[in-house]
């Protein structure tokens, strides 16, 4: 390796420790103002996740272009130079993404047209003003020196500590009343009516909801610029979605990303200055959302192949256990088949297969998977016998399929050639209580025992 290439990884390695150790003050005041940005968005966006309002952001992060743009040149008309004032900007974006919003609510209470087209017309609208003030800013004389470009694509390490004090205030803020009216937004989200008919100022609440959207929007602009803003808001809760139900928790952790999200960002991007620190926090978002796609508990693909695969073996083992029993019924008799006597008989494995017409090599799946579990024992000639566990299940499971049976006959009119694909679907899903409930409306039809079966036994094709 040549000296400049040891030369050249010596320096990338130490602008990587440097900005993980964060050693420069310049970083270390990014981070903490980006970091409570994150965590602001991620709880200001969960409510208009569900409100059903994760257009809305993006509409703000557009209507607020016009604004920067005429701040811009008001600024400049009145008092030449003062238009790169970051203060003025953002009030010129803040005036312009209120009143987009504003125009969008108008539109929904005034008209039949539904939220996600009043979105997009107010969206349309304001982007197509904002591009046309761009052009007349771009040719005045200090438009191309006026750092505007900044707003749009975002630039965090032009942050100076005045400007990172402001994002962490106004985040502070909108973290604290978020949470001071927490209880009512929910409320607004889940029921609006029954929140209107409990005394709550839903319209007033609404209007809070978007004010905060517009705030986090706003102070975002400089962090990661008006294209990025709107994942801010919507990645960390989206992704927080994927691990809960219970809100609460889903909003902690939907906080929790987006400051993580801002906070891996801007190391990411100190450590490689080349990289754009505000597409390397919606990129870090993006990862952790994969993350969350993926594993999450609740509704992870993971999660949730793994619950649908233990379901199916569930299914499985069930219908094999209840095939051992009608198997053995007719030898020992209905009123007979106690769990002692199931265990004394070989069933042929032949028999057995034919039983649900099972695939070959579902049914040796099966199978194998019973006598690993202690349900089945295996025997040399070809056969098998249930153990007093296996029994005990496979009485169970011919229980509860029974009186769901024995339910659908007596208690609806459906054809009873149905009756036994139909108890298929449900049997493996009703709990004790449920089971007790069945016995009770059928006047306690075999009372913790097991009911003869309401039609003829035949060779049914396995469960899909």
Known sequence: MSAASLLAADSMWELFS????????????????????????????????????????DVVSHAALPGIALAFLLAERFSPGSGRSTGVLLLGAFVSGLLGMAMTLAIRSWTRIKDDAALAIVLGLFFGVGTALFTVVQKTKTGNAAGLRDFVFGKTASLVAADVWLIGGISVVVIVLCSGVFKE????????????????????????????????????????????????????????????????IMSGLAAAIGGASCAGGVVLSAAFPRLAAGAVIVLTGSGLFLVSLVFGKERGLFPRWRSQRQFEQRIGRSDLLRACYELLEPILGANETTQESLTKFEIDELELSGMRQWPAGRFHGLVSTAVREGLLVSMST???????????????????????????LTQTDLDPRLVDRGADGIEHVLDPDQLAELERRLDNESPHGVPPSPHPLAITAETP
């Open 382 to 408: 070809d056969g098998y016998q249930l153990t007093s566990r296996g029994a005990e299940e496979a009485r169970d499971a011919v229980r509860r399929h029974r009186l769901w049976e024995i339910y659908l």
């Open 185 to 248: 937004l929910s409320l607004l989200c889940f029921d609006e009516e029954f929140a209107a008919a409990r005394g709550y100022r839903t319209t007033l609440l609404d209007g809070l909801l978007t004010l905060m959207a517009v705030t986090v929007t706003l102070i975002g602009l400089q962090s990661v610029g008006l294209l990025l803003v709107v994942a801010l808001l919507l990645i960390p809760p989206t992704a927080a979605r994927f691990w809960t139900n219970d809100l609460k």
């Open 18 to 57: 440097r900005a993980v150790s964060l050693r420069d003050y310049n970083t270390r005041v990014v981070l903490a103002g980006t970091t409570m940005l994150g965590v602001s968005g991620g709880l200001v966006g969960t409510f208009l996740i569900l409100r059903k309002r994760a257009l809305a952001a």
